[in-house]
């Protein structure tokens, strides 16, 4: 079975200006990856984090290109600050690239929903991130939460896979929220949509309940089992209306509590994040136990 040590060449594709709606004829068979973000301003990614992180690939014996087009011939990493017309290129040249070659194309516009924490650190707009494999053969999709420095994890794991990692720093927040793409290219069996679409598997394993102890209503949230942590939306909450829950062992679960707000007696919340929905409702009881909630909608997964 493939694997990423198969893979010979990246080519990733940075067209964060480039609208997904003005590129025409789309690959069919790709990976769409609906929850990437565009690269938050002021971040200099162009300028300053593929440069630093070049010289830590090359450090590893990685040959890199840094391009603002398309290369006659491709470096084991290739990295391309691309317009319309690159893209378009590179899209309509797959069947031309190096067999094993792994393509990704980030572009502008999408329906990712907002990630930002409640002490205001916050990934980019929504984008749209494409994924081609080797040993893509159907269409994909992928809910799990990316952005730009997602490919440059991906790379840290292929060159780790080589034998030689090449490592830069991120911060902690930014590797909990945003994945490696690994699971967005494994090749298990999908689960199926009801409008079809074959979906990646997610790194995610949240859960959410509702506690009341001493008169207050509270939120609590786990990630135990996972391996990513989750930035889930609370709609609901006497507080932060965003968190971040850390991925956690299942023999060891961490905790996230969250304050409800109780209004006329009630409480009404709802948690939401990649794959997961959950509604709670019910009255103010009091008493050091978990109350018995009306629980309307159900995970997605």
Known sequence: MPALNDVEHLLLVLAEDVPITSVTDLPEHVTTCRRYHLTPPGEERAERVWPSFAVALREAGVTVHLRASMPDTLGDVTVIEAGRETVQA????????????????????GDAPAVVERWGTALGAPGTLLLRTPWTTRAWVSDEVCDHTSLIQLCERWTAGRGHEARIWL????????????LALDLGEPVELPDGASVRPLPYAPTAEIRVTDGAVSLVLANAGATRGIHLRVDGADGPDAVTVPESSVSRPRVVTVPVAVRDGRYDVTVTGPGFARHFTGPHLTGPHLTGPHLTGECDE
């Open 171 to 182: 911060t902690e927040w930014r590797r909990r929220v945003c994945g490696d793409l690994l």
């Open 90 to 109: 590179v899209l309509d040249g797959l069947d031309d690239l190096p067999p094993a070659t792994l393509v990704a194309v980030a572009l502008a516009g």
